[in-house]
């Protein structure tokens, strides 16, 4: 959970169709079969929360819902604050609890309308179990719903931070059930068993995580050492293509910004977006909250002062086709 996207924009109009064409081969073309700007959509967000402060479902809901989204969180913890502050209070919810929430909405026959399940921090490898089921019955009830899994389970210079048997699970379950992943650069070596060290490296392990299963991979936290000084990027692979976006770098240690970025990203997609649109948009929205955020200097991410750069981005910055 530590640091790690509408209004519809038409193509250039062209009467030969050159422009068109030539846009298409920069942002690639939509990988969900939804028209562009598409409204009503609604998510089952399975992950952590907290009282006080933004991670998990405390950093993704509002974030959809201020974006129009209908989101439906069941929480998987429930602490006082994220774990990153040392001492926090609360408990990992038990795996049977979750699965009775998520029946529950069953139960009232909405399933159908689900488009998209979105899962973060598990907290036990059980409550992993129940993510997977849970997307399970919603492809059942509605094949074209997605599952984004943010796969929540460490960091660079911090490594692991969840319990024994995450790891393993998300890995050999959660990340092959999944349509689109959101891995920070440690999880993604990890979970690939590629070593970052430049953009080609990046490239062939988000290829690696795709053989996994998943379509489409996010890269967030991306530090390379043939990238411009002073950025931070994220690197988006899908089978159409890959698209990198850097961002200025800020003097700040905060969590929840990754749960963030997975929720506006699957919201882009869900719209009708490009991986190009969704990276632009996502990328330019997260660092319009965390510029918000070290300019007060808070500890948490301020999601709420920062809520309309979430929706539209006064600074943008573009994705570059890399390949």
Known sequence: ????????????????????????????????????????????????????????????????QR??????????????????????????????DVAGIVRGIEDRGVLPRCDAVLS????????????VGAVARVKEHNPRAVYC???????????????????EFIKGVAV????????????????????????????????????????????TSLRRRDAAAGTIEM???????AWLVGTPMLALEVNGAGDATAALFLARLLRGETVAEALTMTASAVHAVLEETHRTGSREITLVPAQQGIVDPSRRFEARRVR
């Not at 921090?121 to 179990?129: P, T, V």
């Open 235 to 241: 690197l988006a692979v899908s089978g159409e293509g």
């Open 120 to 131: 973060g921090y598990m907290g036990d490898a059980s409550l992993g179990e129940v993510i």
């Open 1 to 64: 959970m530590a640091q790690r996207v509408g209004e519809s924009r038409g193509y250039p109009r062209s009467g030969s169709g050159v422009a068109r064409t030539l846009e298409i081969s920069r942002l690639g073309t939509p990988i969900l079969a939804r028209p562009k700007g598409a409204t009503g959509l609604n998510i089952l967000s399975i992950q952590s929360s907290v009282a006080y402060g933004h991670v998990g479902n405390s950093a993704a809901v509002f974030p959809l």
């Open 149 to 167: 899994c943010d796969p929540v389970m460490g960091d660079a210079g911090r490594g692991f931070f969840v319990r024994p048997g995450i790891p």
């Open 67 to 96: 974006m129009g989204f209908e989101v439906w969180p069941v929480n998987t913890v429930h602490f006082s604050n994220h774990t990153g502050y040392g001492e926090w209070r609360g408990t990992v919810l038990p795996a049977e």
């Open 176 to 219: 092959p059930a999944a349509d689109i992943i959101t891995p920070n650069q440690f999880e993604l070596e990890f979970l690939t068993g590629v070593e970052i060290g430049d953009l080609d490296d990046a490239l062939g392990a988000a290829d690696e995580a795709r053989r996994l299963g998943p379509g489409t991979v996010l890269t």
